[in-house]
């Protein structure tokens, strides 16, 4: 486990080695767009992975393989529900989030746009960063810590890959979505391997799942495109005040629409989701 975060580590230091061969700002930008990645990050797949460690191994302990791909489902279906609205308002928001909280002093608009690209890049693979959470806590349970160690291995090899072929054409955008296409990697790869060990996890509840997530998400992302609109047909002229209101609108809305959808696609993440929410608090 200690190993598989040395990786982690490891991978964000090589691709600030190779960030350092871009403009000045980019090192900077990828630190500041991964601190907001880190917040939905922080907010949802690390606590539920923590709380969920326990349940995993007392179901291992069982010899419960039923239950626990039960609970892996489940988890992995809540990450989804959660993780990829949460992505498409990252998307959405970038330059006005980033514009709001980092936006002050010697940060300059240069570095929001630059920021906001970084962003946009990591947003892609936050679904992915967050499943791999759950996946590898499942391994855990099993007592098999070497499959997500060498997973995470080659998912490093695939961010260097990914680092050479997309620096060129993205600069530091490309090194972002090295980042996610190594973590959906990650993920794809630790799916297949633990449906292997387990026989199944009920992966037609999981796409499923992911199709609705997806859906309520876009939706979400596309009506704060026609408020995007609405404002810019308006002339609102997006003083920092007004900066707030556009944001704290959007993220508001964006919510409202994604807990509307859900009902009416009758998704049980959401109950799941509220359920663990108010146990948290």
Excluded: W
């Amino acid at each position: 486990a200690f190993l598989g975060g040395a990786t982690l580590q490891a991978s964000v230091l090589i691709t600030r080695i190779f960030a350092s061969t871009l403009p000045e700002g980019s090192i900077s930008a990828l630190q500041y767009a991964m601190r907001l990645i880190q917040f939905p990050l922080g907010l949802f797949p690390i606590a539920l992975s923590t709380a969920f460690f326990p349940h995993l191994s007392t179901l291992a302990a069982e010899g419960d393989r039923e239950g626990i791909k039960k609970s892996v489902s489940m988890g992995m279906r809540v990450i989804f529900f959660l993780l990829i609205p949460s992505a498409v308002g990252l998307v959405m928001l970038r330059k006005e989030l980033v514009a709001v909280l980092f936006q002050h002093g010697a940060f300059s608009l240069k570095d929001t746009l630059l920021t906001g690209q970084a962003l946009f890049g990591y947003s892609i693979g936050l679904f992915a960063m967050g499943a791999c959470m759950i996946l590898t806590r499942a391994f855990y349970s099993l007592q098999d810590f070497l499959t997500p160690l060498k997973i995470s291995f080659l998912s490093l090899l695939v961010s260097i890959l990914f680092n050479f072929i997309l620096i060129g054409p993205l600069k530091v955008e490309g090194l972002a979505l090295a980042t996610s296409l190594s973590s959906i990697f990650n993920m794809l790869a630790l799916i297949y391997l633990l449906r292997k060990r387990l026989n199944d996890i009920e992966g037609y509840s999981i796409l499923k799942s992911f199709i609705k997530s997806s859906f309520a998400g876009l939706s979400a992302g596309f009506f704060i495109y026609l408020l995007s609109r609405i404002f810019k047909y308006l002339g609102v002229g997006f003083s920092f005040p007004q900066m707030i209101f556009y944001v704290v609108l959007c993220v508001v809305s964006g919510f409202f629409i994604v807990i509307i959808l859900s009902l009416l696609l009758k998704s049980e993440e959401l109950n799941i989701a509220l359920s663990f929410l108010s146990r948290r608090k």
